[in-house]
């Protein structure tokens, strides 16, 4: 059997309105081994949530320099600020965040996957996937 590990951290990031003001904005960062490859984000703001399943390596290559080319780009800017932006047909936003808080949880997370180590557990998948 698999054993699952999660990994979390909550943050408050920078949401940059288009006007350029800025919100602070919760965000709960998620890490489970059963699905290595990948980083829930949980964007809180007042009484909405927005969900988003981001790649852990664009995260990580994201540190350093840009990465993304679709929905989910993130870039250093300038000292410890990094520019995450997430696009909808619709819309698109802008946030900054903390490279030393993403470097600390993503370290979390290698220390409980190491790169080049992800397994996915297909049985747990598909039981998953069916119900």
């Given at each position: 059997?698999?054993?699952?590990?999660?990994?979390?951290t909550a943050t408050v990031v920078e949401f940059i309105r288009p006007d350029g003001s800025i919100?602070?904005?919760?965000?709960?960062?998620?890490?489970?081994?059963?699905?290595?490859?990948?980083?829930?984000?949980?964007?809180?703001?007042?009484?909405?949530?927005?969900?988003?399943?981001?790649?852990?390596?664009?995260?990580?290559?994201?540190?350093?320099?840009?990465?993304?080319?679709?929905?989910?780009?993130?870039?250093?800017?300038?000292?410890?600020?990094?520019?995450?932006?997430?696009?909808?047909?619709?819309?698109?936003?802008?946030?900054?965040?903390?490279?030393?808080?993403?470097?600390?949880?993503?370290?979390?997370?290698?220390?409980?996957?190491?790169?080049?180590?992800?397994?996915?557990?297909?049985?747990l998948l598909l039981k998953d996937l069916l119900t």
């Amino acid at each position: 059997m698999f054993n699952e590990t999660r990994v979390g951290t909550a943050t408050v990031v920078e949401f940059i309105r288009p006007d350029g003001s800025i919100e602070p904005m919760n965000v709960d960062f998620q890490y489970r081994s059963d699905d290595p490859h990948a980083v829930t984000m949980r964007f809180h703001a007042r009484d909405q949530e927005s969900t988003w399943l981001v790649g852990r390596e664009l995260l990580s290559d994201g540190l350093l320099s840009p990465a993304g080319m679709g929905d989910v780009r993130l870039r250093p800017e300038h000292g410890d600020v990094l520019v995450l932006e997430l696009f909808t047909e619709d819309s698109h936003a802008v946030f900054h965040l903390s490279a030393d808080e993403l470097r600390r949880f993503l370290d979390s997370t290698y220390a409980a996957v190491p790169a080049g180590r992800e397994v996915l557990d297909f049985e747990l998948l598909l039981k998953d996937l069916l119900t």
